[in-house]
């Protein structure tokens, strides 16, 4: 699994990271989420402003982007709760990365429905790119990490992308859609099954099939 614990407090990160502020758009964003909340619960905001300050180291490195701790501190400073609060939630979700990561961070979920639609592959596939868990690949394209269930597994095997996911993966599809990004393309997104559109049986309905062409009621037959 990823590594939760922070990037080490260095002279050098504190050079590169000690002076983050926001952007003149990001302030805007910022502020509005803050703005959801009464006064004295602009903490409530934190989630949304981790993501937002994420997303603003990402555009300044070209990476998915990540929290070093001098943003994280910025972040507790900007909503005056203590660094400890946001260091908590920062280390918790997955969704934010502690660590540098590549222009493409690779999470393969490796649970179980995962795992037995042929996730191995899937991770083989990764590793076989030169890419290494929990490391930036050597051109800064990639980053693997195996996480927990992402809630895709009527479309197994599955992994995220930055935003995007890509599910009802085999090796070769799997091969496609890094090379299309490596290219700078954007690959379609979701199932990658001919035909299939979200989560929908391959072969069509087997339940309540009336509803495919109408919105059939069916609370008389209960």
């Known amino acids: 699994m ?4 922070p990037a080490p407090d260095t002279p050098e990160l504190r050079e590169r990271w000690g002076s983050f502020a926001w952007s003149k758009a990001n302030k805007k964003t910022a502020d509005y989420h803050i703005a959801k909340y009464p006064d004295g619960r602009q903490k409530s905001a934190v989630m949304p402003l981790l993501d937002l300050a994420q997303r603003q180291v990402g555009e300044e490195t070209d990476t998915q982007g990540w929290l070093p701790l001098p ?3 910025y972040v507790a400073a900007y909503i005056d709760v203590p660094v400890i609060r946001v260091l908590e939630v920062a280390t918790f979700y997955f969704m934010y990365n502690m660590k540098p990561v590549g222009k493409y961070h690779v999470q393969v979920c ?3 429905p995962c795992m037995l639609r042929g996730s191995d592959d899937i991770i083989s596939a990764c590793k076989s790119r030169g890419m290494k868990m929990g490391h930036v690949s050597e051109d800064g394209l990639w980053t ?7 809630g895709n597994c009527a479309t197994a095997p599955m992994v995220q992308i930055n935003d995007d996911n890509y599910e009802d993966l085999t090796v070769e599809r799997l091969d496609a859609v890094l090379d299309a990004l ?3 393309d954007t690959p379609k997104s979701g199932t990658q099954e001919p035909g299939r559109h979200t989560s929908e049986p391959k072969n069509g309905a087997t339940t ?10 069916y609370r008389g037959e209960y």
């Open 208 to 217: 309540l099939r009336e509803m495919v062409d109408a919105n059939h009621d």
């Open 110 to 112: 490796g649970t179980t």
């Open 2 to 5: 990823a590594d939760r614990t």
């Open 71 to 73: 943003v994280i501190e």
């Open 144 to 150: 693997l990490t195996e996480v927990e269930c992402m």
């Open 182 to 184: 490596a290219k700078g």
